[in-house]
């Protein structure tokens, strides 16, 4: 509505016709990470950043490409990033090497705080909680490159156990294997 005057000299509202109506406002994107401690969030991040680095496209939902796991006995979620699930479409794949695929695992340390526990390739990855009260081990099936025993015969890899203690992964045991 404008202000205009008459012909008696009297202001008055004039009719100015609406402006035309704006199309309906397309809702954000809604934020995949989200929820997310941002630590665990960041490293995604860096993973989909080392994708586009090597001339690919990420090709995976960032909400489905963690685990909630439970490691340390605090009972807050711990994370792990699993780079199985992982695309790297048209480039090469960063995460994925002689030592098997890339595992982040984020273990809490008080409330809204986690640390990277564990970040490198393995063969295998498994996180058992045992019964009775033992501690949750998380067993990795590494490349040799990573066995700190000496290597018995050549091309042979190992089973580190490692466990969550004194504020720590810490490798409790490792056995090698052929394979």
């Given at each position: 509505?404008?202000?205009?005057?008459g012909?008696s000299?009297?202001?008055?509202?004039a009719?100015?016709?609406?402006?035309?109506?704006?199309?309906?406002?397309?809702?954000?994107?809604?934020n995949?990470?989200?929820?997310?401690?941002?630590?665990?969030?960041?490293?995604?991040?860096e993973?989909?950043?080392?994708?586009?680095?090597?001339?690919?496209?990420?090709?995976?939902?960032p909400?489905?490409?963690?685990?909630?796991?439970?490691?340390?006995?605090?009972?807050?979620?711990?994370?792990?990033?699993?780079?199985?699930?992982?695309?790297?479409?048209?480039?090469?794949?960063p995460?994925?090497?002689s030592?098997?695929?890339?595992?982040?695992?984020f273990?809490?340390?008080?409330?809204?705080?986690?640390?990277?526990?564990?970040?490198?390739?393995?063969?295998?990855f498994?996180?058992?909680?045992?019964?009775?009260g033992?501690?949750?081990?998380?067993?990795?099936?590494?490349?040799?490159?990573?066995?700190?025993?000496?290597?018995?015969?050549?091309?042979?890899?190992?089973?580190?156990?490692?466990?969550?203690?004194?504020?720590?992964?810490?490798?409790?045991?490792?056995?090698?294997?052929?394979?």
């Amino acid at each position: 509505m404008a202000i205009a005057a008459g012909a008696s000299g009297i202001a008055r509202a004039a009719e100015v016709p609406a402006p035309p109506a704006a199309a309906p406002a397309t809702a954000p994107a809604a934020n995949p990470y989200a929820g997310l401690p941002k630590v665990v969030a960041k490293a995604v991040k860096e993973l989909e950043a080392a994708c586009r680095a090597e001339g690919g496209t990420p090709s995976w939902n960032p909400k489905t490409v963690f685990d909630v796991v439970n490691v340390s006995p605090d009972g807050r979620p711990d994370y792990l990033i699993d780079t199985h699930a992982m695309e790297c479409e048209g480039g090469i794949t960063p995460w994925i090497g002689s030592d098997g695929f890339r595992h982040v695992l984020f273990i809490s340390t008080g409330p809204g705080r986690w640390t990277r526990a564990f970040d490198r390739g393995a063969r295998g990855f498994d996180i058992i909680a045992p019964k009775g009260g033992a501690r949750t081990q998380v067993i990795v099936f590494s490349h040799s490159a990573y066995c700190t025993r000496p290597n018995p015969e050549r091309f042979m890899r190992c089973t580190q156990i490692f466990e969550w203690r004194r504020g720590k992964l810490r490798k409790v045991s490792e056995e090698w294997f052929e394979g």
